[in-house]
């Protein structure tokens, strides 16, 4: 079982819609949980960055993290085409910098 | 201006072969790291460096070396390469080696034949 699991998707929504993404996790060590969106053929950046549990919002986006589920998710509310791409969780227990990623989600928003 | 930046983009080559991948940072960070991708878009780190020290060695073939010459650079050799080395590799830079903000390169695309 992989550190972090995370559907693959695909993914696909209409325009406008709430979208709801979700990772997973078994180490108990993880304290920093992070959201990356990755465009075709491109790097991921970093979208969100969530320290220990609680929400954070940042515009449309916002990320929860409740611990003691092991649960993350990702919340675009008003989904725009221009979010199509694939969505990777990411986690830290912080102290060297190693990130354990889930597998991503590939998401599509439909004009 | 780039602010992590790797060469080449593409990379196809045949099997046994040796190749290198170049990573330069011009963000003024520490530490860098090598993630590789798989073709079900799997992210897994695989090396990283601070201040040209390595850090991070996970579970990778001997056959991939990584070298730093001075904490703006973090090269990739694979010797030998195999089949199941196609993937895309990410280079990555950060400015410590705790939770930082990573910021990713934007990867190379290597294929063996």
């Known amino acids: 079982q992989k550190e972090v699991e995370q559907d693959p998707g695909p993914l696909s929504v209409p325009e406008g819609a709430i979208v709801s993404l979700n990772c997973t996790y078994s180490n108990s060590a993880f304290q920093y949980f992070m959201w990356y969106r990755q465009y075709s053929r491109k790097g991921p950046e970093l979208l969100m960055y969530?320290?220990?549990?609680g929400n954070k919002e940042d515009g449309r986006f916002t990320a929860q993290v409740d611990k003691s589920s092991k649960y993350i998710s990702l919340f675009i509310r008003d989904s725009q085409p221009s979010d199509s791409a694939t969505y990777l969780c990411?986690?830290?227990?912080?102290?060297?910098?190693?990130?354990?990623f889930g597998q991503g989600t590939t998401l599509q928003v439909k004009p | 201006d780039t602010a992590v930046s790797q060469t080449p983009k593409y990379l196809v080559t045949q099997m046994g072969n040796d190749k290198s991948i170049k990573c330069e940072q011009n963000l003024g960070h520490d530490t860098m790291y090598w993630y590789k991708q798989d073709s079900k878009k799997f992210l897994k780190i695989m090396f990283s460096?601070?201040?040209?020290?390595?850090?991070i060695n996970e579970t990778v073939p001997n056959r991939f070396s990584p070298k730093s010459p001075d904490k703006a650079h973090l090269n990739l050799h694979i010797n030998s390469l195999e089949l199941g080395d196609s993937a895309v590799y990410f280079c990555?830079?950060?400015?410590?080696?705790?939770?930082?903000?990573?910021?990713f390169g934007p990867g190379t695309r290597l294929l063996v034949l």
């Open positions: 460096y601070n201040n040209k020290e390595l850090i």
């Open positions: 990555a830079s950060s400015q410590g080696t705790g939770a930082e903000t990573q910021y």
């Open positions: 969530t320290y220990s549990s």
């Open positions: 990411a986690m830290s227990a912080g102290n060297t910098g190693k990130l354990i």
